[in-house]
C-alpha cells in the first residue's frame, strides 16, 4: 500500500524558513518523479514544484522560485521541501503526491497518491 | 503561464447528470486529469489521461476533451460526490510546470 506522511509544518514568522518532509512507502521511490502542491486556507490547488525520480531535473511554480528547493534522499526514500523567505501568502497546507509520467520538458505527468498534508502557517 | 478556468459551482439533483467544464487555450492538445477533493481531505484522481478512470473510481465518472474545453461528466449523481473538483494539466512549453484549474464544488441538491 502507497503511503506518503508530510511532517514539519507549523508556525513560521515572515522571512523566516522550514524544511518540509515527505515520508514514502509502498513503491519503488526512486522510479516515481515527485511533487508537492499546496492549497491556502479555502482556496484552490496550487503546484509548487516537481523533482524526478533520480533527482536531476527540478521544477518551480514562479511564485517559489528562488525561495523554495525541492530535493529528494532515495536512499531514505523522503522527499523535502527547503522554503525560505517565507510570506504570509506562502500559508498553505502542503500536499506531497507521486507522479506518473515524468514531469519534465517533453512528459506530462499526474498524480496518484496523495498524503495528508502539513500545515505552514506564517504570521507575526 | 497557462490558465484553467473552471465554473465556480455546479448544483445538480441527485440521479441526474453534473457536467464540469475546465477551459484553456487549445487543451485538447493536452493531457487532462481531474482530482476530486472531500472538505478536510486530500484530493483524489478520478480521470487521467482525459479519459481513464483508476481503479476504484466509478463507471459514472468519465471525461473528454477537445478544442479549447475538457469535461468531467458524472453521471446518475449520489450525495457522496458533492466535493470540489479540479482539473490538472502538465504545461510542457516554455515554461515545465504543473498546472490546477480553479476548481468546481459541486453541490448535490
Known amino acids: 500500500e502507497v503511503q506518503l506522511l508530510e511532517s514539519g509544518g507549523g508556525l513560521v514568522q515572515p522571512g523566516g524558513s522550514l524544511r518540509l518532509s515527505c515520508a514514502a512507502s509502498g513503491f519503488t521511490f526512486s522510479s516515481y518523479a515527485m511533487s508537492w502542491v499546496r492549497q491556502a486556507p479555502g482556496k484552490g490547488l496550487e503546484w509548487v514544484s516537481a523533482?524526478?525520480?533520480?533527482?536531476?531535473?527540478?521544477y518551480y511554480a514562479d511564485s517559489v522560485k528562488g525561495r523554495f528547493t525541492i530535493s529528494r534522499d532515495n536512499s531514505k526514500n523522503t522527499l523535502y521541501l527547503q522554503m525560505n523567505s517565507l510570506r504570509a501568502e506562502d500559508t498553505a497546507v502542503y500536499y506531497c503526491a507521486k507522479a506518473l509520467g515524468y514531469c519534465s520538458s517533453t512528459s506530462s505527468c499526474y498524480f496518484d497518491y496523495w498524503g495528508q498534508g502539513t500545515l505552514v502557517t506564517v504570521s507575526s | 503561464s497557462y490558465v484553467l478556468t473552471q465554473p465556480p459551482s455546479v448544483s445538480v439533483a441527485p440521479g441526474k447528470t453534473a457536467r464540469i467544464t475546465c477551459g484553456g487555450n487549445?487543451?485538447?492538445?493536452?493531457?487532462v486529469h481531474w482530482y476530486q477533493q472531500k472538505p478536510g481531505q486530500a484530493p483524489v484522481l478520478v480521470i487521467y489521461?482525459?479519459?481513464d478512470r483508476p481503479s476504484g473510481i466509478p463507471e459514472r465518472f468519465s471525461g473528454s476533451n477537445s478544442g479549447n474545453t475538457a469535461t468531467l461528466t458524472i453521471s446518475r449523481v449520489e450525495a457522496g460526490d458533492e466535493a470540489d473538483y479540479y482539473c490538472?494539466?502538465?504545461?510542457?512549453?516554455?515554461?515545465?510546470?504543473?498546472?490546477f484549474g480553479t476548481g468546481t464544488k459541486v453541490t448535490v441538491l
Open positions: 490538472q494539466v502538465w504545461d510542457s512549453s516554455s515554461d515545465h510546470r504543473g498546472v
Open positions: 523533482i524526478s525520480g533520480s533527482g536531476g531535473s527540478t
Open positions: 487549445n487543451i485538447g492538445s493536452k493531457s
Open positions: 489521461y482525459d479519459s
